[in-house]
């Protein structure tokens, strides 16, 4: 049986978490306390993993326990720099239809981003814009975090960070329905690919440590995705069907896959999940031969 001391109690009930969760997390924590010796505060750690992998939950279950232990900490998430729906209709008649709908890079304000990530690198006040997806646009300013003194750590997650761009031999045959219909030229996904190689990797360049979380296949985004949105429709009323997560879900695909491949080998953490989001296997970057 699981013991759990009073905040990691209340983490799980607020979460409505198994308390095998907190054993199935403990390595992140483990290297999350290395992570404090090697650097200074204040620092940056990136959360990547595909949707539904459970990124939002380690980062905030981090925040907690550094809280817990006398740090000052946020987290925030690329998706509440989603440009909103006008902003995003602007660049599908730019470049592509399918622009419209966020998530891919180039859907996001990531020069808001890098500001943030610079003044909280700087010990500046800023603010971390939050997004509402039930109503696919950002909240109110007046919903958004404001931090005005300085804290020592910022974690942002999201399901493409730390993926480098890819060579451009690699954008030539369609992944799926979707790019074989809708993207038969590549116009999109070269312009994707563009997006992340420029701004993007500027982000990424301002993390301290990469921790990926690896669902290994993309077949356990559908399932894992579709378990949000029916969370999103019990919460607010809102969200989508079956067949819109199928179809949302391939705009995902080839960067989600594309990230299986290379960030093993980029990143400082590993956790290797199962269909469940079990964790079954961790590989620290700094010994990657234990693999």
């Not at 054993?23 to 290297?31: D, E, F, P, Y």
Request: hydrophobic share 40%; proline share 5%; charged share 20%.
């Amino acid at each position: 049986m699981t013991c759990l001391v009073p905040w990691q109690a209340q983490f799980c009930q607020i979460w409505q978490l198994p308390p095998h969760y907190v054993t199935q997390v403990s390595a992140a924590l483990s290297w999350l306390d290395n992570t404090q010796g090697e650097l200074n505060t204040p620092f940056i750690i990136g959360v990547s993993g595909c949707q539904g992998s459970g990124k939002s939950t380690l980062s905030a279950y981090m925040v907690a326990y550094l809280r817990e232990h006398g740090l000052r900490a946020e987290s925030v998430s690329i998706d509440d720099f989603y440009l909103s729906q006008s902003q995003r209709k602007a660049l599908a008649s730019n470049y592509h239809p399918a622009f419209e709908t966020r998530g891919a890079p180039g859907t996001h304000d990531v020069r808001a981003a890098i500001e943030v990530l610079q003044s909280f690198k700087s010990n500046q006040p800023f603010v971390l814009p939050r997004f509402d997806k039930s109503t696919d646009n950002p909240f109110p300013e007046s919903d958004w975090t404001t931090v005005s003194s300085p804290i020592d750590v910022l974690i942002i997650e999201g399901w493409f960070l730390g993926i480098p761009a890819q060579p451009q031999a690699l954008l030539a045959d369609a992944c799926n329905q979707f790019e074989a219909h809708q993207d038969a030229t590549s116009e999109y996904r070269m312009q994707v690919n563009e997006f992340l190689a420029l701004d993007y990797q500027c982000l990424f360049g301002l993390f301290d440590k990469l921790l990926f979380l690896n669902g290994r296949s993309f077949e356990h985004v559908y399932n894992w995705r579709l378990e949000q949105e029916q969370k999103l429709v019990m919460k607010t009323g809102r969200g989508m069907d079956q067949h819109q997560v199928q179809a949302f879900i391939q705009l995902y695909q080839r960067l989600t896959q594309w990230g299986i491949e290379q960030l093993p080998k980029l990143c400082d953490l590993e956790l290797v999940l199962d269909a469940e989001r079990n964790v079954t296997a961790i590989f620290d970057g700094n010994k990657k031969g234990a693999r």
